[in-house]
C-alpha cells in the first residue's frame, strides 16, 4: 500500500506555457501533499504543501502566481506552472505525508516525479 | 534558522565501508530519516532515527545524537548499485532536506 503516482513522468514545453503535474495517492487517502523541486546535482527543496479542502502552504521564496496548487481531492493534487520559463526546468516530485496504520508509519510516500524542460 | 549539512560527494572502494555524516541545525525534531536517491528517480526511505542510538538494517546503519544533533549512515560491503545520492532529512513541523551526499563506488 501507500502508493503515490505522478504524470507524466516528463514534459517539454515552449516558454510562456503552462504545464500542470497530476500526484495521485492509489490506495489511500491524503489530505495532505508535499511538492518539491530538484535542480540538478541538488537536494529537494519543499515549495509548497497542499490540503485538501483549503489553500496551499507556500515556502518562502516560491510565487503563488506562478506555482498553482490544487488538492482537488482526497486523492489528487495538481501543480500547475503558469508562464513557464528555462529556468523552470526541473525535477518535480510531490510526497504524501506518513499514514496512521500504513506500513513505514513515519515516511514520506514519494511520487516517481516528474522532469520538466521548458525550451 | 533550518541548516542542515552533509559531504558533497564521497569515493569509496566496493567490498568497503563508508559514514556518510550529517549535522543539523533546526528549530524542531520529530526524528530524522535518510534517503537513498538514484539520478532521475524520486528518493527511496533506507532508515528513520527518532531516538539516540544505531539502528541497524541489513547493510545500512543510522546513527543519531540529538545533543550533537548529529547523524550517520553507513553503508558496509559496499556494492556497484550502491552509487548514488544519500539525502538526510528532518521532521520538525516540514521535512527539511539536506544538501545531499553523491556517492561514487569503484571496482
Known amino acids: 500500500g501507500a502508493v503515490v503516482s505522478q504524470h507524466p513522468s516528463w514534459v517539454i514545453c515552449k516558454s510562456g506555457t503552462s504545464v500542470k503535474i497530476e500526484c495521485r495517492s492509489l490506495?489511500?487517502?491524503?489530505?495532505?501533499m508535499f511538492w518539491y523541486r530538484q535542480f540538478p546535482k541538488q537536494s529537494l527543496m519543499l515549495m509548497a504543501t497542499?490540503?485538501?479542502?483549503?489553500?496551499?502552504?507556500?515556502e518562502q521564496g516560491v510565487e503563488k502566481d506562478k506555482f498553482l496548487i490544487n488538492h482537488a481531492s482526497l486523492t489528487l493534487s495538481t501543480l500547475t506552472v503558469t508562464s513557464a520559463h528555462p529556468e523552470d526546468s526541473s525535477f518535480y516530485i510531490c510526497?504524501?505525508?506518513?499514514?496512521?496504520?500504513?506500513?513505514?508509519?513515519?515516511?514520506?510516500?514519494f511520487g516517481p516525479g516528474t522532469r520538466l524542460t521548458v525550451l | 534558522g533550518q541548516n542542515i549539512d552533509q559531504p558533497t560527494e564521497m569515493t569509496a572502494t566496493e567490498g568497503a565501508i563508508v559514514q556518510i555524516n550529517c549535522t543539523y541545525q533546526?528549530?524542531?525534531?520529530?526524528?530524522l530519516f535518510w534517503y537513498q536517491q538514484h539520478a532521475g528517480e524520486a528518493p527511496t526511505f533506507l532508515s528513520y532515527?527518532?531516538?539516540?542510538g544505531l539502528e541497524e538494517k541489513g547493510r545500512f546503519s543510522s546513527f543519531l545524537s540529538r545533543s550533537k544533533g548529529y547523524s550517520y549512515l553507513l553503508l558496509k560491503e559496499l556494492q556497484m548499485k550502491d552509487s548514488a545520492s544519500y539525502l538526510c532529512?528532518?521532521?520538525?513541523?516540514?521535512?527539511?532536506f539536506g544538501t545531499g551526499t553523491r556517492l561514487k563506488v569503484l571496482a
Open positions: 510526497s504524501a505525508p506518513p499514514v496512521p496504520g500504513l506500513a513505514g508509519a513515519n515516511e514520506q510516500f
Open positions: 490506495d489511500f487517502q491524503a489530505t495532505t
Open positions: 497542499s490540503n485538501e479542502g483549503s489553500k496551499a502552504t507556500y
Open positions: 533546526t528549530s524542531g525534531f520529530n526524528g
Open positions: 532515527n527518532v531516538l539516540d
Open positions: 532529512a528532518v521532521t520538525s513541523y516540514k521535512y527539511i
